[in-house]
């Protein structure tokens, strides 16, 4: 619900005196979304500014600059997180600016296709660079910030960083990346009161592909490797209102889970837990400690035990 103008001043005057306030509005929350021009991004901008966080949103582009400006509890920052001086300048500006930062979203990212005999070791180098590394910057430069705030760090992963294809080995390795990042940060953090969580989306509509083809080049013959239908237009999948739901929750549940998956149908669920199945089943065949299925039954049961109900 919806604050009158009126209302939210009075609130806010009061936060100075209720720090309890403080800690549970999202007005009084600032939160950094990166990659914030399109797509997910710009669904979780445009979600978290609607429902009150102050929302610092980036991109590269002066044209979605402007776009990104309009929007109601929004600054728009321009910012590449291959970068470091702009990551620097946009510290720079948070810090002036007054607020902290609560949380961070790692989503800026780019896709790319082909086996590693058809793709050039310049678009594997990027595909790091961006989906591993940028994470890794961001992190490095605003951790002290969020950690005044005790806030909530949230990256933006994919299926693909639990499953793999023959066509999609540099992306997923990526997005296995931040797997494991996720679970790290999480370790060293959680002294300070800093949460991280991973957020792992299927396919959605976005302009991943569209861009991948035009910078790999429309006739390319990555994106078109045996095995693999690499399609520009996406308009065929939902739009990504369940993952910025799904971000959002991250941010504001007092106990966010570690990892949200977030897929259009129960298939793209299915795909994806079995995969998981699989791997354990081939960690656990043929080595000295093998568990039987006995043993393997009680450890799931275990862990279900502690696990939350449906979560929608």
Same mark, same amino acid.
């Given at each position: 619900?919806?604050? %009158?103008?009126?209302?939210?001043?009075?609130?806010?005057?009061?936060? #100075?005196?209720?720090?309890?306030?403080?800690?549970?509005?999202?007005?009084?929350?600032?939160?950094?979304? @990166?990659?914030?021009?399109? *797509?997910? *991004?710009?669904?979780?901008?445009?979600?978290?500014?609607?429902?009150?966080?102050?929302?610092?949103? @980036?991109?590269?582009?002066?044209?979605?600059?402007?776009?990104?400006?309009?929007?109601?509890?929004?600054?728009?920052?321009?910012?590449?997180?291959?970068?470091?001086?702009?990551?620097?300048?946009?510290?720079?500006?948070?810090?002036?600016?007054?607020?902290?930062?609560?949380?961070?979203?790692?989503?800026?990212?780019?896709?790319?296709?082909? @086996?590693?005999?058809?793709?050039?070791?310049?678009?594997?180098?990027?595909? $790091?660079?961006? =989906?591993?590394? *940028?994470?890794?910057?961001?992190?490095?430069?605003?951790?002290?910030?969020?950690?005044?705030?005790?806030?909530?760090?949230?990256? +933006?992963?994919?299926?693909?960083?639990?499953?793999?294809? !023959? =066509?999609?080995?540099?992306?997923? $390795?990526?997005?296995?990346?931040?797997?494991?990042?996720?679970?790290?940060?999480?370790?060293?953090?959680?002294? %300070?009161? &800093?949460?991280? %969580?991973?957020?792992?989306?299927?396919?959605?509509?976005?302009?991943? @592909?569209?861009?991948?083809?035009?910078? $790999?080049?429309?006739?390319?013959?990555?994106?078109?490797?045996?095995?693999?239908?690499?399609? #520009?237009?996406?308009?065929?999948?939902?739009?990504?209102?369940?993952?910025?739901?799904?971000?959002? !929750?991250?941010?504001?549940?007092?106990?966010?889970?570690?990892?949200?998956? &977030?897929?259009?149908?129960?298939?793209?669920?299915? +795909?994806? +837990?079995?995969?998981? +199945?699989?791997?354990?089943?081939?960690?656990?065949? *043929? !080595?000295?400690?093998?568990?039987?299925?006995?043993?393997?039954?009680?450890?799931?049961?275990?862990?279900?035990?502690?696990?939350?109900?449906?979560?929608?």
């Amino acid at each position: 619900m919806r604050l %009158s103008l009126t209302v939210s001043a009075t609130l806010l005057a009061l936060t #100075a005196f209720n720090p309890l306030w403080s800690a549970e509005s999202p007005s009084a929350k600032a939160v950094l979304v @990166t990659g914030a021009s399109t *797509g997910i *991004g710009r669904k979780i901008a445009e979600r978290l500014a609607a429902d009150g966080y102050f929302v610092y949103a @980036t991109a590269r582009k002066p044209e979605d600059l402007k776009a990104l400006g309009g929007i109601k509890n929004v600054q728009a920052l321009s910012l590449d997180v291959t970068r470091p001086e702009e990551i620097s300048a946009a510290v720079a500006t948070i810090s002036k600016a007054g607020r902290g930062l609560y949380g961070l979203v790692n989503n800026a990212g780019i896709g790319t296709a082909g @086996t590693l005999a058809d793709m050039k070791l310049e678009e594997y180098q990027l595909v $790091m660079d961006v =989906n591993a590394t *940028g994470p890794v910057r961001m992190i490095k430069a605003f951790e002290p910030l969020i950690t005044e705030q005790k806030g909530r760090i949230i990256n +933006i992963g994919s299926i693909s960083g639990i499953l793999a294809s !023959q =066509n999609l080995a540099a992306y997923a $390795m990526s997005k296995h990346a931040i797997e494991a990042l996720t679970d790290s940060l999480a370790d060293q953090l959680s002294a %300070s009161g &800093v949460k991280v %969580s991973v957020v792992e989306p299927g396919n959605y509509n976005s302009a991943i @592909t569209k861009n991948a083809f035009t910078r $790999m080049g429309v006739d390319s013959a990555a994106p078109r490797s045996q095995g693999y239908a690499f399609n #520009a237009d996406r308009s065929k999948y939902k739009d990504p209102d369940e993952v910025a739901a799904a971000v959002e !929750q991250a941010l504001s549940e007092p106990q966010p889970k570690r990892r949200y998956m &977030v897929v259009p149908n129960q298939q793209e669920a299915e +795909i994806t +837990i079995r995969k998981q +199945i699989e791997q354990l089943v081939q960690l656990n065949e *043929g !080595q000295p400690y093998t568990y039987d299925r006995t043993a393997l039954v009680k450890m799931l049961d275990e862990s279900l035990a502690t696990a939350r109900p449906q979560t929608h």
